[in-house]
């Protein structure tokens, strides 16, 4: 298995802020993933991180709006940029491992 | 395009009983078929998993069915219990640049009465 740490937890911001959110692994990782789960919806993914090289986004979400870092094997953010109310979701972070997909225990982001 | 279909959306079933999800994919290259649970505040967790090649896996109370010419799959909680009541997600990833690459279903909520 996987613990997967994120902070922070929940946050409530103003539209037009930006929030960073966190990720930590137990252990080395190759590849992040990060979700968005927006209201009593299912897991969406936003963009696969992985060390040394730039994320890869899915259809609908781009690098200016969700810019991306992976210093290292263990550690990723997601920052949520220039935020309206439509980005209130849970946001998860993800881990692979032995091919089993692991989740953290998500942020909750309300943005008024 | 929703590439997993599942239902029901939500589901009461009385202490003791059987619940069960069905979910259908589209896409054959799926290779790999999770199921995670769900409980308020949480993030996913990974509750039983089947590839193709078998028809059935079977966890405790807790069972997948695999019909590969129908492609569906459906997860089957037997005498389920109040602890079991969450939201459960399945799921079909496939390789796809060297990870697996996981679609989720829509979800159904289970509250289990008692």
């Known amino acids: 298995s996987a613990v997967i740490s994120q902070k922070p937890s929940r946050d409530i911001c103003q539209r037009g802020t930006s929030l960073t959110i966190q990720c930590q692994v137990d252990?080395?990782?190759?590849?992040m993933f990060w979700y968005r789960q927006q209201p009593g919806q299912s897991l969406t993914l936003i963009a696969t991180?992985?060390?040394?090289?730039?994320?890869?986004?899915e259809s609908g979400f781009v690098i200016d709006k969700f810019p991306i870092s992976r210093p290292n094997l263990t550690f990723s953010t997601l920052t949520v940029s220039n935020m309206s109310p439509e980005d209130s979701s849970i946001y998860l972070c993800?881990?692979?491992?032995?091919?089993?997909?692991?989740f953290g225990p998500g942020t909750r982001l309300t943005v008024l | 395009q929703q590439q997993v279909k599942q239902s029901p959306q939500s589901l009461i079933v009385q202490k003791g009983g059987i619940s069960i999800i069905n979910c259908a994919y589209e896409?054959?290259?799926?290779?790999?078929f999770p199921w995670y649970q769900q409980f308020p505040g949480k993030g996913p967790a990974l509750l039983i998993a089947?590839?193709?090649?078998?028809s059935e896996k079977k966890e405790g109370r807790f069972t997948i069915s695999f019909n590969k010419s129908a492609k569906q799959f459906s997860l089957h909680i037997m005498d389920s219990q109040p602890g079991d009541s969450a939201t459960y997600f399945c799921?079909?990833?496939?390789?796809?640049?060297?990870?697996?690459?996981?679609?989720f279903g829509t979800g159904t909520k289970l509250q289990v009465i008692p």
């Open positions: 993800s881990v692979s491992r032995s091919g089993e997909q692991f």
């Open positions: 252990s080395q990782v190759t590849m």
């Open positions: 991180a992985n060390q040394g090289s730039e994320a890869t986004y």
């Open positions: 896409n054959t290259a799926f290779d790999y």
């Open positions: 089947i590839r193709p090649d078998v």
């Open positions: 799921a079909a990833s496939m390789n796809s640049g060297g990870y697996q690459k996981v679609t």
